[in-house]
């Protein structure tokens, strides 16, 4: 009996696993991801896949995929906490990043469907008057422009996003707060812009009549069945879902990665949502109904058309934005956006052709290997003709600055720091260098270029265009934003030679005191005395020269903080900058006071000290001309 029943028992297990198989096979329905890969052997794929990186190069992943409606493969990879040793699962909560934005523009579409906004109407019409009051240019900044990104702001690099949920405050102050100014006319040049998407969000709130994320919550998350997603950086307030959130890692080496922190934000809708990925492939599925279905989004199918249609593009055959989608070029139309915090990165991609949607989502900062390696495995890339009579690469060979930059402040420096070169590698190939990452990008129709290798992270420019004038290049489009030419006043020449001055001024206001404090011990010894007038001289030199010290020793620390965490409240620098102003203004009293010295006959100087006063003076001159250049007093 006893053997009788075992037997009864695995005949049951057997037959149990089999149903099983059965109803996956089912529920793929034998069909393959846009690349081609069966859906039966999709989960192999992807586990053989990842085991390259998972516990090396990246922490944890969420990793969900549907097609036909259908999820046909949830999986969680590595630790949602490394220290815990807890893993990742499908009710892991981790950041959104920038996906977020996707929400935003829904909600925009959602009111511009019911009549109570206008894409082409000037966003001016909807906001308190004076609200935006950095604006150089006259023209309109429609929702379109916020949209595809090119309303012409620059990028205000603080009050973004902070690490205590302490420091939030409401959209509207963060939006004031952290107002950029307009460098470039509406429509003029790509610039991605976080600022752009929350002001629309705003918009939203100020049509609605509710807060952002409560809008977002009661007419997207809610009809999607999204129980475990908020529209917001502060997961304190949903404590089941901060229970369940992941930690986020920063990558230090292979196999070691140290904790970054959660990402908390004023101006949240850009970035701040946080939520489970199978939650996010609810969204995804949203915009892929059946045929003859209706959207839950939205109560009229043109709505959906004109949201998936394309709504701006530098070039045919180069992929552009889809009303604030971004196009990839898979092996059929594919929409999307990536996300970025300070310690996940995300990626969606949806292919409404096949109804085929991927979701990865990783609790690590900036991670490409999986986010972005395994989405273009999934997705294909779109195979380009090569046409005749291609034009020659060097033509567009050079040095461009983003568009998207800071165009004020000391933090202008910063693309001066990571330009894009291009040089040609081949009769049709081109080398894109950018920060370190280098990748090859082939010529498949002129100035049309599509990547075929290099840096995994580069994989989020698949191809560029270089728009022409005059046989010169006007602009590089590479995808989220425009690259541009140096402009007159900071072209390669004059890099060059504020990068020797700099290097100068520094090195000198570094070594000097160290001569100094010799020259002090050697006249002790040697009991050497000095008139009272070239005691007062090189006292104050010797005051000048440790004010040139301390002005290289602030702003060296200044970007050492920017450097090591850039998401920082502009409070948190300002002092820093009144420091500038502080020991500039005694670095010029003690030029005064040398001068003076120099003109005073009752106390005459040598040649000597003269000179040993002059190159100080020069150096100061130097580096406060550096200083101003580089607008490091604001």
Request: without cysteine.
């Amino acid at each position: 009996m006893l053997r009788r029943g075992i037997i009864f028992v695995f005949s049951a297990l057997l037959l149990l696993s089999g149903s099983m198989t059965v109803f996956a096979s089912e529920k793929t329905g034998g069909g393959a991801t846009p690349s081609g890969i069966p859906l039966a052997g999709l989960e192999a794929f992807v586990d053989n896949y990842v085991k390259e990186y998972i516990g090396q190069k990246t922490v944890g992943a969420s990793i969900v995929m549907v097609k036909d409606g259908q999820v046909v493969l949830s999986k969680g990879y590595g630790f949602a906490d490394v220290e815990r040793q807890i893993p990742v699962s499908p009710d892991t909560v981790m950041e959104w990043g920038s996906i977020s934005k996707l929400a935003v523009w829904t909600s925009v579409m959602q009111l511009a469907e019911r009549g109570k906004l206008d894409l082409n109407q000037d966003i001016r019409s909807y906001l308190p008057p004076n609200f935006l009051t950095r604006l150089k240019y006259d023209e309109p900044i429609t929702m379109l422009n916020l949209m595809n990104h090119n309303a012409g702001f620059e990028e205000y690099m603080f009050d973004m996003a902070y690490q205590s949920p302490e420091e939030v405050q409401s959209l509207e102050a963060g939006l004031q707060l952290a107002q950029p100014a307009q460098i470039f006319r509406p429509g003029e040049a790509v610039a991605y812009s976080n600022y752009g998407n929350s002001l629309a969000a705003y918009i939203v709130e100020l049509i609605s009549g509710e807060p952002y994320d409560e809008y977002v919550q009661q007419h997207i998350f809610d009809p999607l069945g999204m129980k475990n997603s908020i529209a917001h950086s502060v997961v304190e307030d949903r404590p089941e879902l901060l229970e369940h959130k992941a930690k986020g890692y920063l990558f230090e080496k292979e196999g070691s990665f140290k904790p970054g922190s959660w990402n908390y934000m004023s101006m949240y809708p850009n970035g701040g949502n946080n939520g489970t990925a199978e939650d996010l492939a609810k969204f995804a599925m949203a915009f892929m109904p059946e045929d003859g279905e209706q959207s839950p989004l939205f109560k009229k199918h043109d709505t959906l058309d004109t949201m998936l249609s394309q709504s701006y593009s530098p070039a045919e055959g180069m992929p552009g934005i889809a009303h604030g989608f971004w196009e990839y070029p898979g092996l059929h139309r594919t929409l999307g956006h990536g996300g970025n915090t300070i310690a996940f990165a995300t990626n969606l991609q949806i292919v409404p052709e096949d109804r085929f949607a991927v979701v990865i989502m990783t609790n690590q900062a900036s991670e490409s290997n999986i986010v972005h390696g395994l989405t273009k495995a999934i997705v294909g890339t779109r195979e380009q003709p090569v046409a005749l009579d291609l034009p020659d690469t060097s033509e567009v060979q050079g040095k461009f600055m983003a568009a998207r930059r800071p165009g004020h402040g000391f933090m202008n420096l910063f693309p001066y720091l990571t330009l894009l070169k291009l040089e040609p590698q081949g009769e049709d190939q081109l080398q894109a260098s950018l920060a370190g990452m280098t990748a090859s990008y082939k010529q498949v129709e002129p100035y049309l270029y599509q990547k075929v290798g290099g840096d995994s992270a580069l994989d989020v420019w698949p191809m560029l265009y270089a728009k022409m004038r005059d046989g010169k290049v006007e602009a590089i489009s590479v995808y989220t934003s425009d690259y541009l030419p140096l402009p007159a006043g900071k072209t390669m020449p004059i890099l060059i030679v504020n990068t020797v001055l700099a290097v100068l001024a520094v090195l000198y206001f570094i070594i000097s005191p160290l001569v100094l404090m010799v020259q002090a011990v050697m006249n002790k010894v040697r009991s050497n005395t000095s008139p009272v007038a070239r005691a007062g001289s090189r006292r104050l030199v010797i005051g000048l020269t440790l004010t040139g010290t301390g002005i290289v020793a602030n702003n060296m620390i200044l970007a050492a903080r920017m450097l090591s965490n850039n998401e920082r409240a502009y409070s948190e620098v300002y002092p820093q900058i009144v420091v500038n102003y502080g020991l500039t203004g005694v670095a010029v009293l003690f030029v005064a006071l040398l001068l003076l010295s120099w003109k005073n006959k009752r106390r005459a100087l040598t040649v000597r000290d003269k000179r040993m006063a002059i190159l100080p003076i020069v150096m100061m001159a130097v580096l406060v001309g550096l200083l101003i250049f580089w607008q490091f007093y604001s």
